[in-house]
């Protein structure tokens, strides 16, 4: 037991610093304290005393910056993308007290040798999914790897490894998150200004973002170039809807959004894997967090279809029955087909209104298994 100095007073005795007690965290001060009465015969002798515990993990104002990214064959450019990364902290004086930390997570199902020499670093954990999980769900699946040792008040970037998000950017993402650290839901996402690809594909990137517009209401304009606090990585990213899509999901949980323009940039080293088949899956699979969008805005569509198909299946019958007008063969045919579409219609209202309501429904069975979290301060985790 160590005895300290401390302001005296009739009730007061001298501060004492013990391992174990009932803490009372102090506002502004990396200790906890808490007042405690010694018995005694004479209760108007009783005298209290100020029992203190003094957290020495790691000074408040140092915070850990988190940086997911998944590898998929691309060692070599993760390396130089590690670099540069170094470089562009250790020249930002905000950045400069923070403790970097690499999460890598090993698309290949752990088919890949050259990962080996990613383990050896020591600022680089790697996280090796059992098989092929795709740029997205590969982030969230290393989010969620490390989301137990990240503190409420660090910071985690999401980003590629291939260079085309640069980290020169980084500096932008995270100043408003620096600014205002109480800020927990804040997200911050690059928006993309330019990019770099053939002509073929910008083709049919235009297409893409033509029909999601369409579709959702919304605006393709970001990838997986996200900033956000601890706090946020911990406990949002258990929707189920980033299990299918990381970077539209971000975009369609109503969260506070933060647009930084960044331009796209070039690949540092290897050859991209991605192929059209896969850039298809992965256009769908961006729809997959909107479905109560395209769910109502597909209602509306089949409920004005199947209005006014009966309405003008009844304008025929009417002619028919109430004026001498001729009608001719073609308009029977007509009828029917408008009648068929109606049904169909009347048929994918039911279907989609039956998704709607599943996608609404999420199941809380995670959430309502879950401990009660406390928040976790910068001194949670320990150097």
């Keep these: 037991m160590r005895r300290f100095r401390a302001r005296r007073n009739q009730n007061v005795e001298p501060i004492f610093v013990l391992p174990h007690a009932e803490q009372r965290q102090t506002p502004g001060r990396s200790s906890s304290a808490v007042f405690c009465t010694r018995p005694s015969a004479n209760p108007a002798a009783g005298r209290r005393y100020l029992f203190v515990t003094v957290d020495r993990a790691r000074p408040a104002s140092r915070f850990t910056l988190w940086v997911i990214t998944p590898v998929y064959l691309d060692v070599e450019a993760f390396l130089i993308l590690r670099q540069r990364l170094l470089e562009v902290v250790s020249q930002q004086l905000p950045l400069r007290g923070a403790r970097l930390r690499f999460v890598v997570v090993d698309d290949s199902g752990g088919l890949d040798p050259e990962i080996d020499n990613v383990r050896s670093l020591a600022d680089v954990s790697v996280v090796e999914p059992p098989f092929n999980l795709g740029h997205q769900r590969a982030i969230v699946y290393g989010i969620r790897s490390a989301a137990a040792e990240m503190a409420d008040r660090d910071l985690v970037v999401t980003l590629d490894a291939d260079g085309q998000d640069q980290p020169e950017d980084l500096p932008r993402l995270l100043a408003g998150l620096l600014s205002e650290p109480a800020d927990a839901h804040r997200v911050v996402l690059a928006r993309r200004t330019r990019r770099r690809e053939t002509p073929t594909y910008k083709g049919l990137y235009l297409l893409f973002k033509l029909s999601f517009r369409i579709l959702t209401g919304l605006a393709v304009r970001t990838g997986n170039y996200a900033a956000y606090h601890g706090w946020l990585a911990r406990h949002i990213l258990l929707h189920p809807y980033f299990d299918l899509c990381y970077s539209s999901t971000l975009v369609s949980l109503n969260l506070p959004i933060t647009f930084i323009a960044c331009e796209r940039g070039s690949r540092y080293a290897g050859e991209s894997r991605m192929n059209f088949q896969k ?26 279809t199947f209005s006014v198909g009966i309405a003008l299946s009844l304008t025929v019958v009417a002619v028919r029955l109430f004026s001498h007008t001729v009608i001719p063969g073609w308009a029977t045919s007509t009828l029917l087909l408008i009648l068929i579409l109606s049904f169909t219609a009347l048929g994918n209202f039911v279907i989609l209104f039956a998704v709607f309501s599943q996608s609404r429904g999420i199941s809380l ?19």
Excluded: K, W, Y
Excluded at 287 to 301: E, G, H, S
Excluded at 365 to 383: C, I, K
């Design 279 to 304: 850039l298809f899956m992965h256009g769908l699979r961006m729809l997959m967090p909107f479905t109560d969008r395209i769910a109502i805005r597909a209602l509306v569509a089949f409920t004005l």
């Design 365 to 383: 069975a995670n959430l309502e298994h879950r401990p009660h979290e406390q928040p976790r301060s910068a001194s949670a985790t320990a150097d």
